[in-house]
């Protein structure tokens, strides 16, 4: 009888990862390419370690509320996305929060501050996957260690009165924070996908979905339309058991221009025709700009220029835009993950803004709102709703009234 002998592994194969399998009479078929594993916890038992108080729990409930209401133009006032790039120093996120508070308080009148708090980092080729997945930010991947320092954070942040706004990545770990969060983005990367359209369907808080990185919003725009509908998707459920999850549909999602590789989409031009879109695929006309990444240019100064233009817009009576996002450190620039000791307060990610450059920001947009408001409460929006690119220059920042 003839037997059965292993065939040589193929140049550049995943075989040449399996020492065993030189050993085999028979290949394995299965995890060919992995060499460890990690057992995660699950959300319940995380949810039970760092636990929302019932006020927190009304706070967050009352955040996703008036977020939905400002994006549903309901609520007059501005949606304002603000903070790190990504976090990496839960202490440094918790100075920025309490800063971030004061200035909530300060504009209530006419802004809706909620706090960036990315733990989750695309990558376009390699790079540090943020908090959630590398918190010793050394590539050791101690993913049960920055699940419990994420969620802590965000449970913290609550405490402050502080809404949290974060980008769901990846699938099968929102479960153990989306119950924390008022807003959440699906990032450029990851708009076109249908898993991450599916995810959105079934978070129960607004999401925002960027345009792709080379600008097409066209794929935000039917991403939009998909989330609004049920769907079966693959999740873990409370116990951290694989399960298919039946969502209702997310009425609450809406676009999110960032620029791409083609150039900025922030200005009149680019607003006018994305309410086009959206009203000619019948979604609500209602937006917010992302100030960085493809709009900057990823030059954090220029993020100034942005809000100061699409401020404008606001001024002159627009009421397309609900809403902008910047992002702040409590000290300007970035710095080399690699840097030791890391400088306290600044992005190991996108450069960012420093507080003291945020805050004048902020009180130009307020000064929009109230500008705005002049032009009365109408709070429709037809195509070819009247925007003047450059009304007179804002104000300076001023307590709200």
Same mark, same amino acid.
């Given at each position: 009888m003839r037997s059965e002998v292993a065939p040589p592994p193929l140049e550049g194969s995943c075989f040449l990862l399996n020492p065993t399998f030189a050993r085999m009479n028979r290949p394995t078929l299965h995890g060919l390419c992995i060499q460890a594993s990690q057992p995660l916890l699950s959300p319940a038992t995380l949810a039970g370690e760092e636990r929302l108080d019932d006020a927190s729990a009304r706070f967050v409930v009352r955040s996703r509320q008036t977020t939905e209401e400002i994006i549903q133009?309901?609520?007059?006032?501005?949606? *304002?996305?603000?903070? +790190?790039?990504?976090?990496?120093?839960?202490?440094?996120?918790?100075?920025?929060?309490?800063?971030?508070?004061?200035?909530?308080?300060?504009?209530?009148?006419? /802004? #809706?501050?909620?706090?960036?708090?990315?733990?989750?980092?695309?990558?376009?080729?390699?790079?540090?996957?943020?908090?959630?997945?590398?918190?010793?930010?050394?590539?050791?991947?101690?993913?049960?260690?920055?699940?419990?320092?994420?969620?802590?954070?965000?449970?913290?942040?609550?405490?402050?009165?502080?809404?949290?706004?974060?980008? #769901? *990545?990846? +699938?099968?770990?929102?479960?153990? *924070?989306?119950? *924390?969060?008022?807003?959440?983005?699906?990032?450029?990367?990851?708009?076109?996908?249908?898993?991450?359209?599916?995810?959105?369907?079934? /978070?129960?808080?607004?999401?925002?979905?960027?345009?792709?990185?080379?600008?097409?919003?066209?794929?935000?725009?039917?991403?939009?339309?998909?989330?609004?509908?049920?769907?079966? #998707?693959?999740?873990?459920?409370?116990?951290?058991? +694989?399960?298919?999850?039946?969502?209702?549909?997310?009425?609450?999602?809406?676009?999110?221009?960032?620029?791409?590789?083609?150039?900025? %989409?922030?200005?009149?031009?680019?607003?006018?025709?994305?309410?086009?879109?959206?009203?000619?695929?019948? /979604?609500?006309?209602? /937006?917010?700009?992302?100030?960085?990444?493809? %709009?900057?240019?990823?030059?954090?100064?220029?993020?100034?220029?942005?809000?100061?233009?699409?401020g404008a817009q606001i001024a002159a009576g627009t009421r397309a835009i609900c809403g902008l996002m910047l992002e702040s450190n409590l000290t300007a620039g970035a710095q080399e993950l690699r840097t030791r000791p890391l400088a306290y307060g600044c992005s190991v990610t996108d450069p960012c803004l420093a507080w003291d450059q945020t805050l004048p920001l902020l009180g130009q947009l307020a000064a929009a709102v109230q500008a705005r408001r002049m032009h009365g409460h109408r709070l429709s929006i037809a195509v070819g709703d009247p925007i003047v690119a450059r009304p007179p220059a804002l104000a300076g920042t001023g307590a709200a009234a």
């Open positions: 133009g309901r609520d007059d006032r501005l949606l *304002l996305v603000v903070g +790190p790039c990504s976090i990496h120093d839960p202490a440094a996120a918790r100075e920025y929060a309490r800063l971030l508070h004061d200035a909530a308080t300060r504009y209530a009148s006419e /802004l #809706f501050l909620v706090m960036r708090t990315y733990v989750e980092k695309p990558r376009s080729i390699l790079g540090w996957k943020g908090l959630l997945t590398d918190p010793a930010l050394d590539g050791s991947n101690r993913v049960n260690e920055g699940l419990r320092l994420a969620r802590k954070l965000m449970v913290d942040l609550a405490g402050l009165r502080v809404p949290v706004a974060t980008e #769901f *990545l990846d +699938p099968m770990l929102a479960p153990y *924070l989306a119950d *924390l969060v008022t807003w959440g983005a699906i990032g450029a990367r990851t708009t076109e996908s249908q898993v991450h359209r599916a995810l959105a369907s079934g /978070l129960g808080l607004p999401v925002g979905f960027k345009n792709r990185t080379d600008g097409d919003v066209r794929v935000a725009v039917e991403a939009l339309v998909v989330a609004r509908h049920p769907h079966w #998707f693959a999740s873990l459920n409370g116990e951290g058991v +694989p399960a298919m999850l039946n969502s209702t549909g997310n009425p609450c999602c809406h676009l999110v221009l960032r620029g791409g590789s083609h150039g900025p %989409n922030y200005g009149a031009e680019h607003v006018r025709a994305a309410v086009a879109a959206l009203h000619a695929a019948g /979604l609500s006309p209602r /937006l917010m700009v992302d100030c960085s990444h493809g %709009n900057s240019r990823r030059d954090p100064s220029r993020q100034s220029l942005v809000a100061a233009d699409v």
